[in-house]
């Protein structure tokens, strides 16, 4: 039954810890239980539609097929998160200064919501299919099934609750500072999924350069020990990177960083062109007064 | 190499280092595994009554283990890089 617990427990908190993350800093915006559960339910059932197409997904792609749609799925969640960021830079900051502009936060919240959303759908769709072949096999056995099925559903209560716990954790954090870490969380995590997906297409046989190991700290931090699992969803921790799993990562930060500048720069210009026309308009007022 | 009653036959292969090797991991059992492997870094679902395409190198010289997640108290293995 432990090891039930185990292993369905280390299955679940990558997706724990992403839905954790988004819905603290989504805290406040209307209508983010509903996204966030929509993404998780339609995961849930996609992953039971994987593990039943398990067979058909290995064989495409000559055998690559689950490493090509593993890679897909990361590379999507990459985006997308690349995406939330830059939006978050170039309007999040307004939304949370101007209390006038709650009104329309509430109708242009809904777009960086819907980014997110797809990003808890994915991690739960990776790690939700192989939690369900997992138990599938332990239904599959027979037998001595009740007590690995206890397991199993104490694990996933686990994860739930390790959700919950990074969630209260995240909202001890400050308000005013937040945004800026849960900015660079979510670098940090895009940075990691897309070395990962690096990882799959080399794995794939598409990439067959730059596959030199790096180090080797699994003597110390084994990345799957829970320790190890928790940074390698965070951080992207590695136990045995390769140079094209740290190259991609730095690029992945990199691009990260200039697209939130940017957008953050884009801001200030209009914030800046807003304020120019608001001072001309009350001297021309003033002048019309003499 | 095959899965059977959750076991890997053989337990042991050896490859040559400096090379990429393609693994044909055949599932005969009733139930799905993972082929699992940080050392080696590959991580794949093999369902069950199937056959999996296993990539990995190319290695330095050593020993890598790998296990069967769905089954790690026995489907335990190595594969040796020479």
Redesign the interface.
Known sequence: ML?ALI?VFREVIEAGLIIGIVLAMTRGVPGRGQWVAGGVIAAVLGAAMLAIF??SI?DAF???G??MFNASVLGVAVLMLMWHNAWMASHGQDMANSMAAVGKAVSSGQRPLAALAIVVGLATLREG??VV??L???V??GASASSLLTGGALGLAAGAAFTVLTYYGLLAIPSRYIFAVTTALIALLAAGMAAQAA?FL????LI?VL?E?LWDS?AWL???SIVGRLLHTLVGYT??P?ELQLITYLATLAVMVALTRFAGSKRTARAAALTTKRSMSSRGLGRANK | MVIRDHKFEPEEIRVPAGK?VSVYVTNED?????F?S??L??E?????K?K??V?IG?L?PGRYEFIG??H??TAKGVVIAE
Request: glycine share 10%; no cysteine.
């Open positions: 090891g292993i398990a067979q290995a000559e055998g690559s689950q490493e299919s192989e072949l997992f599938y096999g332990i599959a056995a990882q080399d794995a794939a046989g067959n596959g190991r699994s084994p990345q799957d136990d045995r390769t | 990429r009733a139930t799905p595994e993972e699992d940080p050392a870094k590959v794949k679902v093999i369902p069950a199937s999996g395409l990539r190319p330095s997640e769905f790690a108290d």
